[in-house]
């Protein structure tokens, strides 16, 4: 059996002259939570849409669970899929929507009760879902992705609409889900709650993929910044000068010394600042977060 | 396909589609058979075309099903509209990307669904049969029609003969909005657009060259309803109508099998 859950190769999708995704290649390793990354329009969903069967690829291929994405009907009956927001019958209940969902996918009819207990809808199970607030429709669709108890986890902006006790919620259940050895394929905005739970990483950004390994390695690859507050606003010249005086790259951010360096130097300038006579109020070593590096990979490619 | 028909027929009895549609179809069955019973003794047209019909050829084994067959073209327009919106509104409500990855064989919902659709018509269809026969009953005494002939062998096979072409002609209507469904993928273009044309452009077209009235769908698919016509044969009607018919579905199958489903 194939080591990945997703393997992307040389995958386009044109519409007209323009260019949805272009000659993307990825693999989303099996059992991970792989977070999918990009601006609106970068090409994650139309990426989602063609692993799922709804749309065909212009060019290349791809396969999902070993199965080649020419044959949805080989593997979707093992994946669950929530995308580009919930989308259900506004005048049937969320329980009774769920139900469709499983006569249709041969599933048994057991499986909604505990499902709508798993995403905190017990008392909301029979209303109609039309009354439902984007949160609760959110966990809905989360509880639909999860019917087919699936192998492989497709979430399109999980948590869009939730409240940070929903998100948590959300976070929570993927962990859960890939600890059981289900691959979850997520696509957020929320690129904080990514970096908390994605081990693995997919950029794109205008149909190309930017980046794909570890969440580990791409963030420990930028380089790490040394923030130093002089106590007196006059010395912050004098201390960037240091830093450059010694081989570092430093700016003034917000009255603050940001200088390029890894954190073992942080000993160093302080003796340097001390000995210039300069009071450093505060110094801290600081890693860019997953937003941080998905900005500037971003506008470096973008240059 | 059983799974999907079984999903469709979970839509299709939600509360307030079956029951307004049977309530619908059982008010305008009262409605349409007490106008004849009621109107026999004013002397005035009491049927359909401004025409009148009396108590005696209503005496007769045809009286038991004339009250069903006067609302046949209603139910036919009822099983367009529901067909189309059923269809469309997977669409408009973006739930068909769910359908899809729950079941990637397309072709296999288009069935499953047509199915359940047929069946809720079939439904609808035997439901008027009861009320329009129970209304027929109960007012034949006040209009002066008496029903000894109702129960005869010839009534009864007339009444089987009448369902089964009522039911193809509303299972025709229904194909036809589902045909409009997945063309223009909007509940109110397909019922607007089927509407007008069964009611409104083919009665004009028709009035204006009578020529066309052999050829146009929807005046065909009717005429299965009534068993044929002196202007149009019932072999003619239901060729007409499974070449329209036929042509259309393998069109929007074909559409819905390829097209990306991008909402």
Redesign the interface.
Same mark, same amino acid.
Do not use: K, N, T
């Given at each position: 059996m194939s080591q990945s859950a997703i393997t992307v190769t040389n995958l386009s999708k044109k519409y007209g002259d323009r260019a949805a995704l272009a000659n993307a290649n990825f693999e989303v390793p099996l059992g991970t939570i792989c977070g999918f990354v990009g601006p609106n329009g970068s090409g994650k969903t139309t990426t989602i849409?063609m692993l799922?069967?709804?749309?065909?690829p212009t060019s290349g291929s791809a396969t999902v669970l070993g199965e080649s994405i020419t044959h949805?009907?080989k593997y979707?009956p093992r994946?669950g $899929?929530m995308? @580009?927001g919930p *989308?259900?019958?506004? $005048?049937?209940s969320g329980e @009774?929507n769920l139900?469709?969902?499983a006569?249709?996918?041969?599933f048994p009819q057991d499986r909604v009760a505990p499902l709508i207990d798993r995403v905190g809808l017990t008392d909301r199970g029979g209303s109609k879902y039309k009354t439902y607030s984007l949160g609760m429709k959110q966990r809905l669709g989360i509880a *639909?992705a999860l019917?087919p108890n699936p192998d492989l986890l497709v979430l399109d902006e999980p948590t869009n609409g939730l409240d940070p006790s929903g998100i948590h919620e959300v976070r929570e259940l993927m962990r859960d889900l890939a600890n059981q050895g289900t691959t979850v394929f997520v696509s957020s905005h929320l690129l904080g709650e990514l970096e908390m739970i994605a081990e693995y990483l997919v950029m794109l950004r205008e149909g190309r993929v930017i980046y794909t390994g570890s969440t580990a390695n791409l963030l420990s690859a930028q380089q790490p910044v040394l923030v130093a507050t002089p106590e007196y606003g006059v010395d912050l010249a004098r201390l960037i000068e240091i830093a450059r005086s010694h081989g570092h790259e430093a700016s003034v951010v917000d009255d603050q010394a940001h200088i390029i360096s890894e954190s073992d130097w942080g000993a160093e300038l302080n003796r340097l600042a001390f000995e210039a006579g300069i009071t450093l109020a505060a110094l801290t070593a600081v890693r860019p977060s997953l937003e941080e590096t998905f900005f500037t990979l971003t506008e470096k490619i973008g240059e | 396909m059983l799974r999907s028909f079984f999903a469709e027929s979970r839509k299709l009895r939600r509360p307030t589609l079956a029951l307004s549609t049977l309530l619908t179809v059982a008010a305008f069955s009262v409605l349409f058979t007490s106008i004849v019973y009621l109107r026999i003794k004013s002397g005035e047209p009491n049927t359909k075309m401004g025409e009148r019909i009396t108590a005696t050829e209503l005496s007769q084994y045809i009286g038991l099903v004339y009250g069903f067959k006067l609302v046949s073209f209603f139910l036919g327009i009822t099983a367009l509209c529901i067909f189309a919106s059923q269809t469309a509104q997977e669409y408009t409500f973006g739930t068909l990307r769910n359908l899809l990855v729950r079941q990637p064989i397309r072709i296999k919902i288009l069935a499953g669904k047509f199915l359940a659709m047929s069946l809720f018509a079939t439904i609808m269809v035997a439901f008027t049969a009861v009320m329009t026969i129970a209304t027929s009953y109960a007012l034949a005494g006040k209009g002066g029609v008496t029903t000894s002939a109702w129960m005869s062998g010839d009534a009864i096979q007339l009444l089987g003969e009448t369902f089964g072409n009522i039911l193809l002609s509303t299972i025709g209507f229904g194909t036809l909005g589902m045909i409009l469904g997945l063309l223009f993928r909007s509940p109110i273009t397909a019922i607007s657009i089927g509407v007008l044309w069964s009611l409104i452009l083919e009665t004009i077209l028709a009035a204006a060259i009578s020529s066309t009235l052999k050829w146009l769908p929807a005046q065909n698919i009717a005429n299965i309803a009534e068993g044929g016509s002196r202007t149009i044969g019932y072999s003619h009607s239901l060729l007409v109508s499974l070449a329209y018919l036929g042509v259309g579905l393998a069109v929007v199958s074909l559409l819905f099998k390829r097209r990306d489903v991008a909402n």
């Open positions: 849409r799922l069967g709804l749309i065909s949805p009907d979707l994946v $899929a995308i @580009e *989308a259900f019958y506004p $005048a049937l @009774e139900r469709v969902l006569s249709l996918g041969g *639909a019917l | -």
